[in-house]
């Protein structure tokens, strides 16, 4: 029989817990990999002192790492396509195009809006970012927009198809944990995610964008494009043969490897490269390229699988804690106290918002900071007769939005080894990840806006 964890202690590990990361990441400025490390060694200590055995301890860290197999083949898979559509001249082919038709001084508000449009047919934050997003990247450098508003918007516009895409997971799980319908649940997620995402257009929009963004380089910026590749629409039938898949909503792995063959087959017919120890050294470490340019070289050298071994190692040693907070009951011992006290149905909704993100922060796993909340309050949403639907879009918000918004989360570790700036930099720019939450809790909160958290189900 496991041992039951008393919330003294779960106490204790969670405190451990935010104490050193906070002190470590934040204060001491130490990339996340290490402090992590540190903390799942001292919480699997504190756990042994506390009477579990080893054995539990080896097994949970195990089941913590195996949700990691599906994200850590998703990355390396999208590092390699990376680098297959630089060598195949899909993102210079993007960028060269795109540099006419996007205004820098409105480029935030434009890389918000073409990713939502991606996202939203794609279903997938990571697809979105490792396409279009990398384009948007390398043109916010050609131009001097700032890389961190560049990211913030691409992050923004990218996380909206996370969350209200029928294609996405993340918006089909929630639902299915609260036990509603997916189209509930996305009509009912309009309240927050509207209101989100005017006040984000507005930020952008008025953003003050710098004096010194130079548009007389982009035209050797483009001839330099065209030196180094042959520009042609039909490198484009990569990126199309993802959005295609993902429509007719094949899983993302199928759809990544068709991206990469399609990206292989431009190559060979449209870059005449054909080596193929070329193509495995690119795919390996990434796109290297012979152009003088450097701002060019700067965009297009990069992809490759060992360009995503510092979010794949970082992942690995999240979900190891993750793994142990769970498993070793950490997270319920402390939850099942907090919901007793509770009396008012707005404080359950800002309880269940609250532990979505401690779960995000505690083990970096979006899917967790939906799942274990829900389990833990949907019991307590029926017996309060407060709608299911609340609670799937508060799990929603405050889940999913949340992740890209903490340096070891899966998203966010992504996202920050993708667009190439560091997650502390892009987040005051994400506006649209953090309102969403705060929306929430302003439904539970604002007497004129509580029927539409708390009213009964229609």
């Known amino acids: 029989m496991d041992r039951q964890l008393s919330f003294s202690k779960s106490i204790i590990l969670i405190v451990f817990i935010l104490a050193f ?12 990999h290490l402090p992590l490390l540190a903390t799942t060694v001292g919480t699997a200590t504190l756990l042994r002192l506390f009477g579990f055995t080893w054995q539990k301890l080896e097994s949970a860290i195990i089941q913590g790492i195996q949700t990691a197999i599906m994200p850590v083949l998703i990355l390396s898979l999208i590092g390699i396509l990376i680098a297959v559509w630089m060598m195949s001249g899909t993102v210079p082919t993007l960028l060269y195009y795109g540099m006419d038709y996007i205004n820098p001084h409105y480029f935030a508000v434009s890389a918000l809006y073409v990713t939502i449009v991606v996202s939203m047919f794609t279903g997938s934050s990571f697809t979105t970012v490792s396409t279009i997003g990398v384009a948007f ?16 918007a691409v992050v923004c516009g990218a996380c909206f198809g996370d969350k209200m895409s029928p294609l996405s997971d993340t918006t089909n799980f929630a639902p299915a944990v609260a036990g509603i319908s997916l189209f509930t ?35 050797q910026i483009k001839l330099a494009l065209q030196d ?40 060979a017919f449209i870059q005449q490269q054909t080596a193929v120890d070329v193509w495995f050294s690119v795919m390996q470490s990434g796109y290297q390229s ?21 979010s794949v190692s970082l992942i690995l040693i999240a ?38 993100i401690a779960v995000n922060g505690m083990t970096g796993e979006q899917y967790l900071s939906i799942l274990l909340p829900g389990q833990m309050f949907k019991d307590e949403y029926t017996r309060r007769d407060i709608p299911a639907k609340t609670l799937s879009r508060t799990l929603e918000d405050c889940g999913t939005l949340v992740n890209p918004l903490i340096p070891w989360g899966v998203s966010g570790a992504f996202f920050a080894a993708t667009l190439g700036v560091p997650v502390i930099e892009y987040v005051p720019y994400a506006t649209f990840l953090w309102l969403s939450p ?21």
């Open 21 to 32: 990361l906070f002190v470590s990441i934040f204060l001491l400025k130490a990339e996340p």
């Open 137 to 152: 990247m390398g043109i916010a450098l050609t131009t001097g927009v700032s890389p961190a508003l560049a990211a913030g």
């Open 185 to 219: 649940h996305i009509r009912n997620m309009v309240y927050t995610t509207v209101p989100a995402l005017v006040v984000t257009t507005v930020f952008f929009l008025l953003v003050p964008t710098t004096d010194t963004i130079d548009l007389s380089s982009l035209q």
């Open 228 to 267: 180094g590749f042959h520009i042609h629409w039909l490198t484009l039938i990569s990126p199309l043969a993802v959005i295609a898949c993902s429509i007719k909503k094949v899983p993302i792995i199928p759809t990544l490897i068709v991206g990469i063959v399609t990206g292989l087959l431009v190559t």
């Open 290 to 310: 012979s152009i003088t340019n450097e701002t060019v070289a700067s965009i297009v050298n990069r992809g490759g699988l060992q360009s995503m071994m510092w």
């Open 319 to 356: 979900l190891s804690l993750g793994g142990l907070l769970q498993h070793c009951g950490v997270i319920e011992a402390f939850f099942h106290k907090v919901i007793q006290p509770l009396k008012r149905k707005s404080s359950i909704v800002l309880m269940t918002g609250a532990s979505s």
């Open 438 to 458: 705060l929306f929430t809790f302003a439904y539970a909160l604002i007497p004129r806006l509580q029927r539409n958290s708390l009213g009964r189900d229609k």
